[in-house]
């Protein structure tokens, strides 16, 4: 009986390995401040870090702003970075941490300057809003390993096992963050939900 191929796409471990490895070289060239490995981290990074945040931001105007605060971030401190993660992980920690402050400083403006929405709408989407944003707050309260593990997972569509990679734990260490996470997610949306009634 031949075995069934698996659907997931199969990710070159070995290369994987080696870009993690060049982008550590970059980032730690960057905390030695050479312009040249910035420029090619930034052009490296710029469109992954785009595409998470178009992902997760509603506003388009928001996003340069963000972007630019996360390259930022990434030049005044790459010296900061412990390989603790990998690059693209703390740079996605970056992204997310940059992109919720934007938002707490739009003072959540219910309608975005260039949407026009019709009456009907507006209930839907500000009740949309105020999910993702209860959800941000949620996510910013788990632990790091916690948060991470479900932004590889919901954002950026890891499986267990790639995560367990970019993360350098065995899977099921992933699996059990990722338990602990949806519980600890559950237990705040319905407190923070209780709360709003």
């Given at each position: ?15 994987e ?26 052009r490296?990074y710029?469109p ?5 945040l ?12 963000i ?7 990434i ?10 993660s990998?690059v ?17 400083r ?5 309608l975005?300057p260039?949407?026009?929405r ?5 209930e839907?989407?500000v ?26 997972t ?44």
């Amino acid at each position: 009986m031949p075995i069934a191929k698996s659907n997931e796409p199969q990710r070159d471990a070995p290369r994987e390995r080696r870009d993690a490895a060049d982008d550590a070289v970059l980032l730690g060239r960057v905390a030695r401040g050479d312009v040249s490995a910035f420029e090619s981290l930034y052009r490296r990074y710029r469109p992954r870090v785009r595409r998470f945040l178009e992902q997760r931001t509603r506003g388009s105007h928001l996003i340069d702003e963000i972007l630019n605060d996360t390259m930022l971030v990434i030049w005044r401190s790459a010296g900061t970075f412990r390989l603790r993660s990998t690059v693209s992980t703390w740079i996605l920690g970056i992204a997310s941490r940059k992109r919720l402050k934007a938002i707490e400083r739009s003072d959540h403006s219910v309608l975005d300057p260039d949407e026009c929405r019709a009456p009907d709408d507006l209930e839907e989407h500000v009740f949309r809003r105020e999910v993702r944003v209860r959800l941000d707050r949620a996510l910013e309260s788990l632990s790091p390993e916690q948060r991470t593990v479900v932004v590889l997972t919901y954002y950026e569509g890891y499986s267990c096992r790639e995560i367990a990679r970019i993360v350098g734990c065995p899977v099921d260490t992933v699996k059990t963050r990722m338990f602990h996470a949806r519980r600890r997610l559950k237990a705040l949306l319905s407190e923070r939900k209780e709360d709003a009634a």
